[in-house]
């Protein structure tokens, strides 16, 4: 999809973005979820949904999905950290969106949401990812979700963020290789370039010397 239709449809439907937001980010607040040290977690939320509009021209099929696309980004934390259900969030769903919507919405979120595990490796592991790679757009929102958090850790100068930006640097090649199904003939399914480019962009000192080294993980995809 060009970038023109898409932000033609994201103007068509921006009441009812903003009416997602505003009930995701209702949501988090009702169960006293924080990001960071002390924002409110819809500054996540919002920062996800960013990625959507910078790049979900790259991967959107059809004008019927923007809205199940932004309601992934924006509740994709519902079930893991709100406390809601399956059933939950498609009776949220439904409120903003058709039958046929709400399902796919509800889907990505939970492919989104993470396993039951004792470790950051026991709750995304091989199960996780395949049900994502199996989801229209979830590989996607995954990776806006990533963009989101890694933004913010390089943004950060306390030793949690600097922590976790090793983190997610070191997770890279996995990462992309575990939400990338290398389906060339679905856009929905796509990891698109630009954005892991961008989301990249803050490390670029590392990606500098890695590129010296010939590890070039973030030209794969």
């Avoid at 921006?14 to 169960?31: F, G, K, M, P, T």
């Avoid at 977690?41 to 809205?67: I, P, Q």
């Avoid at 961008?198 to 010939?214: H, K, T, V, Y």
């Amino acid at each position: 999809m060009t970038r023109q239709r898409f932000e033609a449809y994201m103007e068509k439907y921006a009441h009812d973005i903003e009416s997602i937001r505003e009930s995701a980010h209702a949501l988090h607040q009702s169960v006293n979820q924080t990001y960071g040290d002390d924002l409110p977690y819809g500054y996540h939320l919002d920062m996800v949904a960013n990625g959507v509009r910078d790049f979900g021209h790259l991967v959107c099929a059809s004008e019927d999905d923007v809205l199940p696309m932004f309601f992934g980004a924006y509740y994709h934390d519902s079930m893991e950290d709100a406390r809601l259900t399956y059933n939950d969030v498609m009776k949220v769903a439904r409120g903003f969106l058709t039958e046929e919507q709400a399902l796919l919405a509800t889907e990505i979120v939970y492919a989104l949401t993470n396993d039951k595990g004792r470790t950051r490796a026991e709750r995304a592991g091989e199960k996780y990812y395949k049900g994502i790679r199996e989801t229209p757009y979830a590989p996607f929102i995954k990776l806006c979700d990533r963009l989101a958090n890694i933004t913010f850790s390089c943004s950060g100068m306390n030793d949690h963020s600097l922590h976790m930006k090793e983190v997610y640097k070191g997770e890279m090649p996995h990462f992309l290789a575990s939400i990338n199904p290398h389906r060339t003939d679905d856009d929905r399914f796509l990891v698109p370039q630009p954005t892991v480019l961008r989301l990249a962009e803050c490390l670029i000192d590392d990606m500098e010397r890695e590129e010296r080294n010939g590890k070039v993980w973030w030209h794969e995809y």
